[in-house]
């Protein structure tokens, strides 16, 4: 990807005119729109009880990721103080436990608990779910074309990622 970065003047309320700062500028407020959503479903529908969308991302990058509260905290842009405390919640409800790493023991490594596996899983089916069907909708081509798109965010996305430096 784009190793310089580009500039991008706009005026507060301004719409960009080119074609890649407008979707660059869609994106930016399409995916806290999506967030927003997903927190508002997530406990509407209390498959995660009255779990935050914030504890129930933790959930699921322990399931999916299994880091180190030091590296989560890198991975969600917050404070290890801030994981710390969503953590301890997490841990006094039994949905996680803390263990320490094998290959090194002066780390901790975060662990669900069956109840907090399942939980995870439950709320990800749950609203992949209601995404799905209302992609349902989509003609066969549309399809098509989400999934390129999805695929060209996915490329912008790792090259963001792999531009920001991290502290590991």
């Not at 869609?26 to 806290?32: G, K, N, V």
């Not at 975060?110 to 439950?122: A, F, N, Q, T």
């Not at 912008?156 to 991290?166: I, K, M, N, Q």
Request: neutral net charge; charged residues 25%.
């Amino acid at each position: 990807m784009a190793t310089t970065t580009r500039q991008v003047n706009l005026d507060a309320g301004a719409v960009a005119t080119d074609p890649t700062d407008l979707h660059a500028q869609r994106l930016f407020w399409l995916l806290p729109r999506f967030t927003r959503w997903a927190q508002a479903r997530a406990l509407q529908t209390r498959l995660g009880g009255d779990l935050s969308l914030q504890q129930l991302t933790v959930l699921y990058l322990i399931r999916t990721e299994g880091a180190t509260l030091s590296a989560m905290a890198r991975r969600l842009m917050v404070a290890p103080t801030v994981l710390t405390g969503i953590v301890d919640r997490l841990e006094k409800r039994g949905y996680v436990h803390r263990e320490h790493d094998p290959l090194d023991r002066r780390k901790l490594r975060l662990c669900l608990s069956d109840e907090g596996r399942r939980v995870s899983i439950v709320v990800e089916q749950a609203l992949v779910a209601e995404v799905a069907t209302e992609m349902a909708g989509l003609s066969p081509d549309q399809v098509a074309d989400l999934g390129r798109g999805l695929a060209l965010l996915e490329v912008v996305f790792r090259g963001l990622e792999a531009a920001t430096p991290s502290d590991q």
